[in-house]
């Protein structure tokens, strides 16, 4: 290796070590706010499954969280909600693989564990335009109120086709991200739904 | 690296905004313009992020310009672009998460965009920093104002509304062009943008 060489590596570690110093510093320094901010568009998301709560700002969602959901070690990491004492339904957080990034959301149960009473996403860096829109309202009201199958419990068609019970139509053009949206949802519903049953609590 | 004759600052505003527009005359800057001009406020503040990151980074790469190796240059410049991404991209998601999640992988991809790395590469690193400086602000200023025509007419005519406030006859009268707020709706509009831009001066071309 010549002189010229170890100068442009020297060089090359010294302004890399810079800049990723100032870059640590400056994430650290707003970590707490980011956090903060993480956790409010999960109750947003939380709140927005059910489909029945509204609010205009920050405060009024943490405000709504905090008064109607629990989280009880017997329900697993669901999150159950109450309204006057009555169990209305549970929040089930979901997270997997999406086609570029991870999916994370919220899917709305019933108390019977029967019918989901809707979905909504807190992370979601698909394709803009095509595998992002899984989380614009046309494509989540198809799940308010779906009746979940025994086997399989819900599955996305394409676009145009006939649909029967625990079926929702695809995003053309987003299959891949559909495909792995479907695959979550009923592999994480089924988990929970199974250990649910099998202990009795539903 | 050598320092080329200082461009004046008149010279650097016309060819950033007009003469050389990244957009309408260089084509670059594409993938981002489609993308996310459906919108005014987000066309708005993806056009402030990359315009505070062409100028910094410009600065930044024209200021190390004489003890950086040229061997290892490019490699260097992408790391000075990355690192102001990343702090844009931070305080978004500090201060501004809803548009953090509206602009998506988009203030990300600001590391891949050709106009940062361009002006870089052909500028900053020949010319004096202020001068590099003031040559990424003038051609972030070319793109953001293309990206905001472009915007404001998608927006309009696929939703009725400007930055989210409704237009009089466009919100109420007018059949919306769903297409417009599509990505095809952006091929279209930026053929148009760029057709009347050329028309004005099609000697330019010629030439």
């Known amino acids: 290796m010549t002189s010229r060489s170890f100068y442009a590596v020297g060089y090359m570690f010294l302004i890399t070590a810079f800049f990723s110093t100032l870059i640590i510093g400056f994430a650290r320094g707003t970590q707490n706010r980011v956090l903060v901010n993480e956790r409010l568009a999960f109750e947003k998301a939380v709140l927005t499954s059910f489909g029945n709560f509204s609010y205009r700002t920050d405060a009024e969602v943490n405000r709504l969280f905090q008064e109607h959901l629990a989280q009880s070690p017997?329900?697993?990491?669901?999150?159950?909600?109450?309204?006057?004492?009555?169990?209305?339904?549970?929040?089930?957080?979901?997270?997997?693989?999406?086609?570029?990034?991870?999916?994370?959301?919220?899917?709305?149960?019933?108390?019977?564990?029967?019918?989901?009473?809707?979905?909504?996403?807190?992370e979601v860096n698909e394709t803009p335009g095509l595998g992002a829109r899984i989380a614009e309202p046309f494509f989540r009201r198809q799940f308010d109120g779906l009746r979940l199958r025994s086997e399989g419990l819900l599955e996305l068609k394409p676009e145009g086709t006939v649909l029967s019970e625990g079926q929702v139509h695809a995003i053309s053009g987003a299959t891949q991200t559909c495909v792995r949206l479907e695959a979550i949802l009923n592999e994480q519903l089924k988990d929970w739904l199974d250990t649910m049953r099998r202990e009795g609590r539903l | 690296m050598k320092t080329a004759s200082v461009k004046p600052m008149q010279e650097i505003l016309r060819d950033g905004l007009w003469k050389d527009n990244p957009i309408f005359r260089q084509i670059l800057g594409i993938c981002s313009t489609l993308a996310v001009t459906n919108l005014v406020l987000n066309t708005?503040?993806?056009?402030?992020?990359?315009?505070?990151?062409?100028?910094?980074?410009?600065?930044?790469?024209?200021?190390?310009?004489?003890?950086?190796p040229r061997n290892i240059r490019m490699m260097v410049q992408t790391l000075i672009i990355a690192f102001y991404v990343i702090i844009v991209d931070v305080v978004l998601k500090a201060y501004w998460p809803d548009m953090n999640r509206s602009l998506g992988p988009y203030v990300g991809l600001i590391i891949t965009n050709c106009?940062?790395?361009?002006?870089?590469?052909?500028?900053?690193?020949?010319?004096?920093?202020?001068?590099?400086?003031?040559?990424?602000?003038?051609?972030g200023l070319g793109y953001s104002a293309v990206l905001l025509v472009i915007a404001v007419i998608r927006e309009g005519l696929g939703m009725g509304t400007f930055c989210g406030w409704p237009l009089p006859y466009f919100s109420t009268h007018w059949d919306k062009w769903i297409i417009m707020v599509m990505p095809p709706g952006g091929f279209f509009v930026l053929a148009c943008v760029i057709w009347v831009c050329r028309s004005i001066r099609p000697r330019e071309v010629k030439k």
């Open chain 1, 74 to 122: 017997e329900y697993g990491k669901a999150w159950v909600y109450r309204k006057d004492g009555v169990l209305v339904g549970f929040a089930l957080p979901f997270e997997g693989k999406g086609f570029w990034a991870p999916i994370k959301g919220v899917a709305a149960v019933s108390s019977d564990g029967r019918t989901l009473l809707g979905l909504a996403f807190y």
């Open chain 2, 44 to 68: 708005f503040v993806m056009c402030t992020a990359l315009t505070l990151v062409t100028a910094l980074s410009c600065w930044t790469v024209s200021l190390l310009r004489n003890w950086t």
């Open chain 2, 115 to 139: 106009i940062v790395m361009g002006r870089c590469e052909a500028f900053a690193g020949s010319n004096p920093p202020m001068s590099a400086f003031w040559d990424g602000f003038f051609n």
